[in-house]
């Protein structure tokens, strides 16, 4: 039972390149979430998914797409990234609306 | 939006001592987590709380859901080394996309 994990732990990029961030788990969740953690901001929710096949837009979307086609998956995607997106990304699941989360390891993502 | 105010942003503290923290809010929540984070790793959640007035422990961490709903306290008793981290709480108001954080309280913990 590994929980949720993450692929890849580090990556830099190039201003305008794309990447894909792969957040997987384990635990049967409906929910999903993509956080970005940067310094003295604490956690901020970008996208989530209540559910296979669908998502939602959280606190701060713009310059990322996600897409849930499997229930264990969830896949954060910057089609041009941006110097401005330098930071980690955390990925979350949970059981379901007020129950808590359960994070992965995190992705430390730099753009030059 | 909303915000959650976690006080204090850091502390120093003797191995053995006994710690505090507390997050508020100007808005209601309806639950509360507490989170620690250790460098280069994910939140490990410690506890959940659900009820106004709730008091949890987990080992020798208690946590307490305000009676306004609007603040939650954190307590490491006896404190160790392995207590050193981030501790963030979350609080969340009535949907999936609506979990707030703290910016997290920094602790250190002096042999």
């Known amino acids: 039972n590994a929980g949720v994990t993450q692929t890849p732990k580090f990556r830099v990029l190039k201003t305008g390149q794309s990447m894909t961030l792969l957040c997987a788990q384990d635990m049967n969740h409906e929910y999903m979430y993509w956080y970005r953690q940067d310094p003295g901001m604490g956690l901020r929710l970008i996208h989530y998914s209540v559910g296979e096949g669908t998502t939602a837009k959280g606190e701060v979307p713009d310059g990322y797409n996600v897409s849930r086609l499997k229930k264990q998956n969830f896949l954060l995607g910057l089609e041009s990234a941006a110097p401005s997106q330098t930071s980690v990304y955390f990925c979350a699941s949970g059981a379901g609306v007020s129950y808590e989360q359960y994070f992965g390891p995190g992705t430390r993502l730099t753009v030059t | 939006g909303q915000q959650l105010n976690q006080s204090p942003q850091s502390m120093f503290i003797q191995e053995g001592e006994d710690v505090s923290m507390n997050c508020t809010s100007s808005s209601i929540f309806n639950t509360w987590l507490w989170y620690k984070q250790d460098p280069g790793e994910g939140p490990v959640l410690l506890i959940a709380?659900?009820?106004?007035?709730e008091l949890t422990s987990n080992g020798r961490l208690t946590a307490q859901f305000g009676i306004t709903r609007k603040d939650s306290f954190l307590n490491i008793s006896a404190s160790i080394p392995s207590d050193v981290g981030i501790y963030f709480c979350a609080g969340i108001s009535g949907g999936y996309q609506k979990v707030t954080f703290g910016t997290g309280t920094k602790l250190q913990v002096i042999p």
């Open positions: 709380l659900y009820k106004a007035g």
